[in-house]
């Protein structure tokens, strides 16, 4: 009889550490999937669930590797974001309903964009930027940031109203690189 517990135990425990360890990574959708357009909608209950949604996508940003990610990204229609751009990988942001407060000077900086493989582009941006959000638990806070931070919470929160970082650019950089897309997903089909 100890011995049958003994071994439930262990299946138990292999099944919550794989549970835990292995979950799969949320996918990411790919650009121009026409639900990158939809304008995500305001969180107003600050529960497990959000939590969730929270330390799901900072796993998927890791692993992909990035140094954001907006929900829209992975199809959940909420005004969630996560970032961390420290090169130690763990000053995780999570900003919930950000709203832009101040924002002032210009920058220019090279983009990525996870939904958008391969894709590397110069945008204009505001230099600094004020933003005011909530956290996971619901306490309202603000944070200032200028650089490389600036430049990824204006990114993401383009991701929120739907707009992918390409719609910064020409209409024929726009066509260009949705040929270049194209080609690529024929490619790996
Ligand atoms: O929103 C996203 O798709 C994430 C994106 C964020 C971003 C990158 C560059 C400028 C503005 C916003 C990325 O993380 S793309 C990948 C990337 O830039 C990166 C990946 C690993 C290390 C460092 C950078
Ligand atoms: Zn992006």
Redesign the pocket.
Known sequence: MRVFFKMLRWILHVITYSIKHFMPLLPILRYPDPRLKKVAGRVDRFDDSIRRLASDMAETMYEA??????AT?VDVHKRVIVIDVSETRDQLLVLVNPELVESDGQQV?E?????VPGIYDKVERAEHVVVRYFDVEGQERTIEADGLLA??LQ??MD?LDGRVFVEHLSQLKQVRIKAKLAKQARITA
């Open positions: 590797p990035g140094i954001g990610l907006a990204q900086c983009e990525g964009c996870l939904s430049v990824c990114h993401e991701h």
